[in-house]
């Protein structure tokens, strides 16, 4: 049957308002951004051996075990380089690449962006899948990871966690998703002591330290006032305390001190 003129404009008004208001697909990579004049973006395409190399290095500290950082030509977010790490369970298999953060303004936004992906769900005890070592905490890390089946950070000196390990703070973070990139991306202001952090640019409520001391959030965090982070480097990696395995890919690493974006 031969619609109506009526009916023709009532479909297209319909199919123009669905238009408007449908989300935008995501970009593919967001390699597109440019890289902040004061920071630097890593795609990992230049990368020509088996080993992460040019402002990458592999070392990690205290001890090495049966975990490893190599570049992946199978696997990757943009292009067709990424760095898979082989993460093992035990302190002493720790694997990193990691990169120096120098040159970059002191004080003031340091934000970060990198897309991951990994096979294995988060478990219940702690890990860390990113790291930042402290100049301002003794050189001991400034951790991003997972405990309790959901993301954290996790402060070195003091183990101190964001958010709180009870069971309202958990429910404030989220999970890490499996077999699926996905975009993680933190705001240290390192003047004021204060921590932003979003996945797939979506702000995470039990993440964030922002001043004012919250219950199952960041009143544990603050209890030890004077907090200036001052980090020196960035690890993307693995790193278990007890339990998990887990093969990790990074990939489009972006760090400056303006928000970069997913």
């Not at 694997?95 to 990198?114: E, K, N």
């Not at 951790?143 to 404030?172: C, H, I, Y």
């Amino acid at each position: 049957m031969t619609p109506t003129p009526h009916r023709a404009l009532a479909a297209a008004a319909v199919a123009v308002a669905l238009a408007l208001t449908a989300p935008a697909a995501p970009r593919a990579s967001a390699q597109p951004v440019a890289c902040a004049a004061d920071g630097f973006c890593e795609d990992f395409e230049s990368q020509t051996g088996t080993t992460p190399a040019g402002r990458w290095t592999t070392a990690v500290a205290n001890c090495s075990g049966t975990g490893t950082a190599t570049v992946d030509t199978t696997t990757a977010h943009g292009g067709t380089t990424s760095v898979r790490i082989t993460g093992k369970a035990g302190y002493c298999n720790h694997a990193f690449a990691g990169t120096s953060l120098s040159g970059l303004p002191s004080g003031g936004d340091l934000y970060g962006r990198f897309w991951v992906r990994h096979t294995t769900a988060l478990p219940a005890q702690h890990v860390t899948f990113a790291a930042l070592r402290d100049a301002n905490d003794n050189g001991r890390d400034l951790r991003m990871g997972g405990q309790n089946k959901a993301l954290q950070w996790n402060r070195e000196s003091d183990d101190a966690t964001l958010p709180a390990q009870s069971p309202a703070g958990v429910a404030l973070s989220t999970p890490l998703p499996v077999n699926t990139w996905t975009c993680l991306e933190f705001r240290l202001d390192r003047t004021a002591g204060r921590l932003d952090t979003w996945v797939n640019g979506a702000l995470v409520t039990g993440l964030v330290v922002d001043g004012t001391p919250t219950q199952d959030v960041d009143q544990q965090w603050l209890s030890r006032g004077g907090w200036r982070p001052a980090p020196g480097d960035l690890r993307l990696g693995w790193e278990s305390y007890g339990e998990g395995d887990d093969t990790l890919w990074y990939d489009d690493v972006a760090v400056g001190t303006s928000r970069i974006g997913c």
